[in-house]
């Protein structure tokens, strides 16, 4: 792909030596040295314009050049100027001119290599905006018979008739019995007892974490080499006060639990319930047999 900026600026030069070289333009055999000289500083200027890409500046004075010395190379310094500010289809036009004027000059083979270009990307342009232009009437389509399917399923709807609801059998509503204390005695009792004796459980789990993180402290502590530290001490200490006293909290709330538990038992001889207490050093439980209140 070309991507040349070039100029020529041998127009002088070929001015001033002979220009009969360009018979199809029809020139006298020599050129006015004053108009030369003239040319070759609207080409100077034109050049620095371009490389300013000041375009339009640079394609006037290549054109003041070409009315006082219509060499073919100025057809193909106007035509690159005109591409490099966008203009593909004016620069085509000047591309076509040189070839027509100059057709085995210079720059007729990176003409032709341009011209070829911009036509390959006029192609791809064109082929982009069918594609799009396709790609929406498919949108469009598809759209038009989403909208139709949606309305033939609605008509489709209403036509069918309407289905009446199948009527529900109704059972008659028992209303229930209150059940009074009196006819399960001791029955707060015993759910107390087993609230007791669940929180003591808990208790007795807690304490049992402290003192497995009091012992673990004291093994660190007692290992060979290790440092003293307050409060690591302080922290062990801690873990075996909680580890007591939740011992002795969980305790007391078995013991009481178990004691509401049978009195409400005694309550109820109809009915037997058992309740057991499982501790070990990695579980805490409470089982409970028979009839629960």
Known sequence: MYRTTTSVTVLLTLALGSVATTPALAQPATVDKEKAKTAKQY???GLAAQNAKDYDTA????????DLVPHPVLLFNIAQAHRLAGRTDVAVGFYERYLAADAKGAQARTARALLDEIAAKQAADAKKIQDAKKAEETRKADDARKVEDARKAEAARKAQPEDKAPELETQPEIPETPVSESARP???????GIAAAGAGAVAFGASIAF???SGSISDELSMPGAPYDPGRIRDGEAAERNAIIAGVVGGALVAGGVAL???GVKKRNAQTEQMAISVR????????????P
């Open 281 to 292: 050093s990695d579980f805490v439980g409470v089982t409970f047999g028979g009839v629960l």
């Open 261 to 263: 538990y049978v009195l």
């Open 43 to 45: 080409v100077d200027a």
């Open 59 to 66: 394609i006037t004075l290549y054109q003041k050049a070409y």
């Open 186 to 192: 001791g029955r707060s009792l015993r759910i107390a």
């Open 211 to 213: 003192a497995l993180r």
